[in-house]
Nanobody, 123 residues
């Protein structure tokens, strides 16, 4: 397994949750990382991305100010801190490894995908 996501669960509206994803050195080094999500019956959606040195981050508008993406190069890990969760955040969340140091919202810019972790926000 090259990408391993964890940290999902069942939470209440307004709660916080942190997702983690560890990647092999081959995937993590010098490449951007991202998080996507897919709700039942919907297409996969970009959530956040972070450049290889962590200097550039991007977020979908619906999570700006609530979610924070970060990375720990020493651990080969990328995180998604999610605050003020809403029912519409319910989805399977996937971490993804990019092909280049910078990657945006396009899923095509990511080559490696984890297995996904379920986040359910209950009202």
């Amino acid at each position: 397994v090259q990408l391993q996501a964890s940290g999902g669960g069942l939470v209440q509206v307004g709660d916080s949750l942190t997702l983690s994803c560890t990647a092999s050195r081959r995937i993590f080094s010098n490449n951007a990382m991202g998080w996507f999500r897919q709700a039942r019956g919907s297409e996969r959606e970009f959530v956040a991305s972070i450049s290889w040195k962590g200097t550039v981050t991007n977020y979908v508008d619906s999570v700006k100010g609530r979610f924070t993406i970060s990375r720990d190069d020493a651990k080969g890990a990328v995180y998604l801190q999610m605050n003020s969760l809403k029912p519409e955040d319910t989805a399977v969340y996937y971490c993804a490894g990019g092909l280049r140091p910078y990657a945006g919202r396009d899923a095509g810019a990511y080559r490696y995908w984890g297995q996904g972790t379920q986040v359910t926000v209950s009202s």
